[in-house]
Nanobody
């Protein structure tokens, strides 16, 4: 079992920044890829970014590329998502997930075996 807890959400203005953190406990976290997803009201959960087990490879949705940065610290069992140049359309509940497998599946919700409870990010215009 891996337990995930997101933190750092809140209210930001368009053009501002927010940093989210995903803290893990339980089984060896360093063996898992971690992804950030988001879900806006009435919409499906969508891929935002992912990082492989070592932190050496990162992946981003086109909508956030160049604005968001994912990073991990296996010594601290955390994965952060730095979100800059925020837009109102970034408003959503953000979730982190952990899973094992091939990187071609990192964008898929079904890849992840464990999820946090989510943290709300609201961007005002």
């Amino acid at each position: 079992q891996v337990q995930l807890v997101e933190s750092g959400g809140g209210l930001a203005q368009a053009g501002g920044s927010v940093r989210l953190s995903c803290a893990a406990s339980g089984r060896t976290f360093s063996g898992y890829a971690v992804g950030w997803f988001r879900q806006a009201p009435g919409k499906e959960r969508e891929f935002v970014a992912a990082v492989n087990w070592s932190g050496g490879k990162t992946y981003y949705a086109d909508s956030v590329k160049g604005r968001f940065t994912i990073s991990r610290d296996n010594a601290r069992n955390t994965v952060d998502l730095q979100m800059n140049s925020l837009k109102p359309e970034d408003t959503a509940v953000y979730y982190c997930g952990a899973g094992m497998g091939y990187s071609r599946s990192y964008h898929s919700v079904s890849f992840y075996n464990y999820w946090g409870q989510g943290t709300q990010v609201t961007v005002s215009s």
